[in-house]
């Protein structure tokens, strides 16, 4: 039997080998969602790989580089873009060449051409759908301008770059990084042809690594996906019976891909639940800048700080470069676990720098081992340190979250989730958590808590609590008071103090107000509040038409106590535990719009003769709107704990890589 996880790594190889192979000589223009595909399938040595295939120069491809410099030593330029927007190909590749004289541009496009791949399966105005052949025509036209000795050379290559594998059992997709099912029924225009490009770079993934889908959606926005795949599956595979039989029989990965919206369930990835040492390295490390799924880690307490304006040198460490095994270790074990880890790794680079041993305390700690790291600084040169920059920079990671000054705050916001989980488990109807949670709020200061982690928070109890439990007015109007004085306050301070480097999303709203006087600032804070308060009673209804996961606070017997359970925790449950013979409503399969009347008829019913996603032997599962640590860690663990080597092979992915204020940002500030 084929293993997908060796075919998913063909399948990215085989992209960037393509890449690879042509850049020699030229100058590299590349967007930052391909930059971060190759960032992880290169180790985090996306630039060197390029350099080292012979690239004389590489630049960030992007609309908003207007001082594009003119590039020596080259007449050859490589595009590599995963845009489905004629209009940024328009204005960007031709600003480029109004400062260059190219004689060869190749472009690598993710996006399909709208004139010969499949029909598309949302029909949007031509002029806003990617033409090959158009774009191909005006490329050469700029590029004639400069009055060339020869016919320049066009070529325009399909790529469907977009899976950055993180873990053997894990793989994001940056080009669809912001991609969120809305929480109404409103699909907007660059939705819909988000989604119609994500269902064109599945269906070319999984006709590469030759798979026969067995499709399930969860949710408005996966149903829409899971349509558009089955079409596109269909309108390229229609054959006659006796083809279609032999086509199948020559496919040899069974696979089931369940597609899930993250807005069924915004309780998990607004938790701080620490079990997997990956979210509190994602809660406490800044993104590496353009990254949606990489942090940034600091090399200073290994090469010494950086002054001045060697800053802008400065090359920080990142998850991607750090061996696959402790990123699965990052996933999969607690704080404690990565502490031994690392203090046997820097026992390992000690003992070969011929220094003593460093000692095994009876509790490893954080500041323990930052001592440990100071120390081997100040006896050993830059570049004997340096010949384990990969093993230090996991070290460092684990340093640097376990003792952050954020780790006082994220424990205490993992308390109060506790208490919310308590209060709604026991006082259900008549919860007064609200009322608690406008005080703290209210005393958020003293508390050292800030307002974006306590708008998380919120998202939190309104998606924990669903329909199961209601709210009173009266304390959702005390709520929405409270959150009104909270932002007229950051409005001041923001004003006041800005920040010259602001990432987060909710200080960028604030400060693009505009607000200038008391009574403005009041008001706006209030029809903020207001409008917070709607979004979070849509939150709370969003599993409300589901039949089997309405619920995410589950008692699984009477031994135990309640305890939040995430739908993909409870969907691979009903996976792994099929004996049980429970049909699983909310995952029908769906099938191909192709298998119609007639003779098809009956491969319909033996098509749907399977039921249930486990009689694959692979099973990926999908969430439009971005994946956590927890339910990489959770979703691992029980398939370990079946031991049944009839089980199916499950793979997790998503969109990016989650963090409570992602969550915030997606779907309170966009």
């Known amino acids: 039997m084929t293993d997908i996880l060796y075919e998913t790594r063909k399948f990215i190889s085989d992209c960037w080998a393509n890449i690879f192979a042509e850049v020699c000589g030229t100058v ?14 290169t180790a985090g040595k996306g630039y060197l790989a390029l350099k080292d295939a012979g690239a004389i120069a590489v630049h960030e491809l992007g609309m908003y580089h207007f001082r594009y410099v003119e590039v020596k030593d080259t007449k050859k330029a490589v595009i590599v873009s995963t845009a489905d927007d004629p209009a940024f190909y328009q204005r960007t590749i031709k600003m480029i060449l109004a400062k260059n004289v190219f004689e060869s541009c190749t472009i690598y496009c993710s996006a399909p051409c709208s004139t010969t791949d499949s029909p598309q399966i949302i029909h949007l105005p031509t002029e806003e759908k990617l033409n090959y052949n158009e774009l191909k025509r005006d490329i050469k036209a700029w590029m004639s301008s400069k ?13 469907p770059m977009f899976i950055a594998l993180l873990d053997k059992n894990l793989f994001v997709t940056p080009p669809f990084g912001d991609l969120m099912p809305p929480l109404d029924t409103t699909f907007t225009k660059d939705t819909f042809s988000k989604l ?17 889908l067995d499709i399930y959606a969860l949710g408005k926005l996966s149903n829409l996906l899971a349509e ?9 595979d229609r054959r006659n019976v006796s083809s279609e039989m032999h086509s199948s029989a020559s496919q040899d990965i069974g696979l089931s891909l369940i597609l899930m919206d993250r807005t ?11 079990e997997s040492f990956l979210t509190k390295i994602l809660r406490t490390f800044p993104r590496l800048p353009q990254h949606n799924n990489d942090v940034s880690i600091s090399m200073s307490p290994i090469v010494g700080p950086v002054e001045g304006s060697l800053r802008a040198c400065e090359v920080p460490g990142c998850l991607a470069s750090i061996d696959k095994s402790t990123i699965h270790l990052f996933i999969s074990e607690k704080e404690k676990k990565l502490l031994t880890v690392a203090n046997e790794s820097l026992n390992d680079i000690v003992s070969t720098q011929d220094n003593p041993k460093l000692r095994t305390p009876t509790r490893i700690s954080g500041h323990r081992l930052e001592k440990a790291v100071n120390k081997l600084r100040t006896t050993n040169s830059i570049d004997s340190i340096m010949a384990y920059k990969e093993r230090l920079q996991s070290i460092l990671a684990i340093v640097e979250a376990s003792t952050s000054q954020k780790a006082g705050q994220l424990e205490l916001l993992t308390s109060l989730e506790k208490l919310v989980l308590q209060n709604l488990s026991v006082s259900r109807e008549s919860s007064s958590i609200l009322a608690q949670l406008s005080d703290v709020i209210q005393t958020r200061i003293d508390r050292g808590l800030d307002t974006e982690n306590l708008l998380a928070l919120l998202i939190h109890v309104y998606a924990l609590a669903g329909t199961q439990i209601r709210f009173s007015t009266q304390q959702e109007r005390q709520l929405e008071e409270s959150i009104a004085d909270a932002i007229f306050e950051d409005l001041k301070i923001f004003k006041e103090n800005p920040s010259a480097n602001t990432t987060s999303t909710y200080q960028r709203t604030l400060l ?13 804070s209030y029809r903020i509040a207001s409008r917070i308060i709607g979004i979070l009673q849509l939150v709370a ?7 089997d996961y309405r619920f995410c606070m589950i008692k699984p017997n009477a031994q135990e106590a309640i305890r939040r359970v995430s739908i993909l925790e409870q969907i691979t449950r009903d996976i792994l535990c099929a004996s049980a013979g429970r049909e699983l409503y909310n995952l029908r399969k769906r099938s191909s719009p192709f298998l119609l009347g007639g003779f098809n008829f009956l491969l319909r019913g ?11 032997p692979y099973i990926l599962i999908y969430v439009i709107g971005g994946i956590t640590a927890e339910e990489a860690k959770v979703i691992h663990e029980m398939t370990l704990s079946q031991n049944n080597d009839k089980m199916p092979y499950i793979m997790l992915a998503g969109s990016r890589l989650l963090n409570p204020l992602d969550i915030v940002d997606n779907i309170l500030f966009q």
């Open 196 to 212: 119609n490009f994500l269902a064109n770079s599945f269906y070319k993934f999984f006709n590469s690594i030759n798979a026969k």
């Open 512 to 524: 693009l107000l505009g607000v200038n006087d008391v009574v403005a600032a009041r008001e706006t």
């Open 264 to 274: 069924l369930d915004l309780c998990t990835p607004t938790s701080n639940n620490m």
């Open 147 to 159: 009055n060339l000795s020869q016919e320049p050379s066009v070529n325009i290559v399909h790529v």
């Open 541 to 547: 209804q969003q599993r409300s038409t589901l039949q």
């Open 228 to 236: 558009n795949l089955a079409n596109y599956i269909a309108s390229t």
């Open 28 to 41: 590299v223009y590349i967007d930052n969602c391909a930059a971060e595909c190759l960032h992880w399938y």
């Open 606 to 616: 033996k098509e749907e003769a399977k039921l249930h996603p486990h009689d694959n």
